[in-house]
């Protein structure tokens, strides 16, 4: 079957630097996204991986390790505003998003 | 690109009653994607359209959904006879449909509210 594992909940401090996995499993690979959903809003695109290795975007970078079956988020320079939910999905072979249910960043003071 | 719209933003209903959203994707986007998502969960995957041909739903969709996207456009989904357990956020999202990277961009959703 389609699994996408990711912690349910982080809890990190502003300032700070935090990393979220996510491990996949898909019938064929056609990619790795990362989300980001506030409270009662719609998810916003964050980052794509396909080929191995660290995609930097400003405080934001995303990792794939495609023999693993593994990525990560990592955001830097946390603030306040980053406390949201993060979607890990992946793309099938059908091209279809295969979502995580989301790891809750709860930043604090 | 004024970006993925949905139409209304939150619906209250009756159990029993039938209700229809609107999504209007991102102009030139061929392909247009029907979500669903309850609270503390990813979305869950209702449908999928490129242009006006609908090529794939959801096994876990009942008969009472239906969608439709007559002109390759907008997109419409209707819930028959809505039941307690289809609160949730409908959520539409689009992508061209081309290149490898194929992102989705998601409209602000529908909260709907079945009483």
């Known amino acids: 079957g389609q699994n996408i594992d990711q912690p349910t909940e982080m809890t990190a401090t502003e300032g700070a630097i935090v990393q979220i996995n996510c491990t996949y499993q898909?019938?064929?690979?056609?990619?790795l996204f990362w989300y980001q959903q506030h409270a009662g809003e719609a998810p916003t695109f964050l980052s794509y991986n396909v080929l191995d290795g660290l995609e930097e975007k400003g405080r934001f970078s995303s990792f794939l390790s495609r023999s693993k079956g593994y990525s990560y988020l990592l955001l830097k320079e946390l603030q306040m505003k980053d406390s949201a939910s993060y979607l890990c999905?992946?793309?099938?072979?059908?091209?279809?998003?295969?979502w995580g249910a989301g790891t809750k960043l709860i930043i604090k003071p | 690109d004024t970006g993925v719209s949905q139409d209304p933003r939150h619906k209250i209903t009756k159990r029993g009653q039938n209700v229809t959203f609107r999504c209007d994707p991102i102009s030139e986007h061929n392909r247009l994607y029907w979500y669903r998502q309850t609270l503390g969960q990813g979305p869950e995957f209702l449908t999928y359209f490129q242009n006006e041909a609908q090529l794939e739903k959801s096994r876990l969709l009942s008969d009472r959904f239906s969608a439709e996207r007559p002109k390759g456009s907008f997109s419409t989904l209707e819930i028959q006879r809505t039941e307690q357990g289809d609160s949730a956020m409908y959520l539409c999202?689009?992508?061209?449909?081309?290149?490898?990277?194929?992102?989705?961009?998601f409209g602000p959703g529908t909260r709907l509210t079945v009483l």
């Open positions: 999905a992946a793309m099938d072979s059908n091209y279809q998003l295969i």
């Open positions: 898909t019938s064929g690979f056609n990619g």
């Open positions: 999202a689009s992508s061209d449909g081309t290149g490898d990277t194929d992102t989705q961009y």
